[in-house]
């Protein structure tokens, strides 16, 4: 026999012993299973901090404090848009832009309402061929002149008449200054032309089917930026230390300005500034006024919900020139009076 021997095609071949190698893509398989739980361990921590929990706290307050008037008020758009005949506003309101101005300042006494209402009612009050400037005097006066807000500014300043009338005055007329600042200098351009804008009744439709349909428009459409508002209020109130408080108030011209930006980043609810600006108790009782003026006219719900309702155009312009003229009402007013 010969020692070395061909193999046959047919026999089998050893198989060699082949090495367990990780697959190609094993960080990302480890990255996977790990880090999941990581997150939320960290989470879960970070959510623990006292900073973390006072900024949820003040984000839900807000956010829970607004909505059921922004309920309301986008009820009483649905309202308007479905029930009210167009005929009723050129009735109430003068002809004039003018003088319907302050014809519709004035008629936010007597409606209740947040500033997170006034939006929508304003936005439907235009679609059903009120001026623009009457609408948008409605809008700031409503939050702020009505008679819950007056109730409450006199329980939280007590045997201080003269801070409730200061409020009612200069609230009403910064609200009818806007509102001939928008007759002289405004646009319709800047105005968004809103799809969803109500339009009134039409014909051969049922009013209740219109009436959910708006206020459902208006109520999910406003209320993510009403919670983008609520989120920025809770965080300037956790970012911004006590002790700032203090520097601001020893001078009479910051003390204003400060508390101005304050009530525009706190976004409290009007039903409720009061009783916020009643305990800063180490500011003036001008710069007082001016957090209660100017708050119910412009905080960062409010520009929210503008931005969203009526475009980025008009909520910059038209938040920028309310700022100003309300800051100047409430210490024109708040110097002769208080």
Known sequence: MQDTQERSPEAPVAAEPVAHAWPRHWPLLLGA??????????????????????????????????????????????????????????????????????????????????????????????GRGVAPAAAFAFLLSAPAVNPIVLTATAIAFPGRPEMVAARLLASLVA???????????????????AAGRHTGHQPGHSRWTEFRSGFQHDFLHAGGFLVVGA???????VAVPPSVLGVFAES??????????????????????????????????????????????????????????FGRAFAVRFSA?????AITCSVLIGGVLL
């Open 321 to 325: 020139a309310t700022t100003v003229v």
């Open 33 to 126: 299973a790990v880090l999941p739980g990581l997150v939320l361990y960290l989470v879960g921590r970070w959510g623990e901090a006292p900073a973390v929990q006072a900024w949820r706290t003040v984000a839900l307050s807000v956010t829970v404090q607004a909505v059921p008037f922004l309920l309301l008020g986008t009820a009483l758009s649905g309202a308007i848009n479905a029930f009210v005949p167009a005929s009723v506003f050129t009735r109430l309101l003068p002809k004039r832009p003018a003088l319907a101005v302050p014809v519709a300042g004035a008629a936010g006494v007597v409606l209740p309402g947040c500033e997170c209402a006034s939006v929508p009612v304003a936005n439907s009050l235009i």
């Open 231 to 237: 989120l920025a209020a809770a965080t300037f109130n």
């Open 252 to 309: 009479a011209w910051w003390s204003v300005l400060f508390l101005a930006a304050l009530a525009i980043l706190l976004a409290v609810c009007s039903e409720a500034d009061a009783f916020v600006a009643a305990s800063l108790s180490g500011f003036s009782p001008v710069a007082q006024l001016t957090f209660m003026v100017v708050g119910p006219m412009v905080d960062v719900k409010l520009i929210a919900l503008q931005t969203g309702t």
């Open 175 to 193: 609200a009818a200054a806007m509102g001939w600042l928008w007759l002289w200098l405004g646009k319709e351009e800047w105005l968004r032309p």
